[in-house]
């Protein structure tokens, strides 16, 4: 079992910044691809970024290429998620979650353990 334990989103205006962290415990954090998601009210669950259990292999969508930084720091068990230049459409519920030995799949379907999940609100 990986528990996953999402923080840093809240209420940022337009322009603004936050870095989203997901800290896992349980089993070895490292053999651990990472995703971020999000839902916003309505629309269907998107993959923001994620990346590969070795680091190597990144995955960003379209609409925050250029914004969002994907990191991870295995000694602490943490996959962060920097978020720049934030617009209203990134208002969402975000989440992270984890996929055993997995390579950045956007698809969620592939992960195994999920996070509660963390409000972003960005207001204009």
């Known amino acids: 079992q990986v528990q996953l334990v999402e923080s840093g989103g809240g209420l940022v205006q337009v322009g603004g910044s936050l870095r989203l962290s ?5 089993r070895t954090f490292s053999n651990y691809a990472v995703g ?6 309505g629309k269907e669950r998107e993959c ?3 990346i590969s259990w070795s680091g190597g292999a ?15 720091e295995n000694a602490k068990s943490t996959v962060y998620l920097q978020m720049n230049s934030l617009k209203p459409e990134d ?3 975000y989440y992270c979650a984890a996929e055993n030995g997995g390579y950045s799949s956007r698809n969620g379907d592939d992960y195994d353990y999920w996070g509660q999940g963390t409000q972003v ?4």
């Open 22 to 26: 997901c800290a896992a415990s349980g």
């Open 36 to 41: 971020w998601f999000r839902q916003a009210p």
């Open 48 to 50: 923001v970024a994620a």
């Open 58 to 72: 990144l995955y960003y969508a379209d609409s925050v290429k250029g914004r969002f930084t994907l990191s991870r």
């Open 91 to 93: 208002t969402a519920v």
């Open 121 to 124: 609100t960005v207001s204009s």
